[in-house]
């Protein structure tokens, strides 16, 4: 994952390689960490540009480890959150 910190609010982008695999392939990775985002969304800063780079485990890993991976990463960039 790549951050910077912006004025502006949360914003995500989703990068996969060809490297991946076909256009099949590819799309799926995006869905799937676009669906992991959702659902770890709270654990982003609030004024942040993110890239999740999406790499091939993203096509085997189990939904569940996904969120868990991506809840970490999103942990690690810096920045104010949302109050629990």
Known sequence: MLYRDVP??????????????NAVQRNRA????????????????????????GRPAVLTAPFPVLVDQLRQALAAVPGARTPA
């Open 8 to 21: 502006e609010p949360t914003r995500v982008g989703f990068a996969v390689s060809r490297k991946l695999g």
């Open 30 to 53: 995006r869905r799937r960490l676009r669906e992991a985002y959702r659902a770890t969304r709270s654990s982003a800063p609030l004024h942040a540009a993110l890239v999740v780079i």
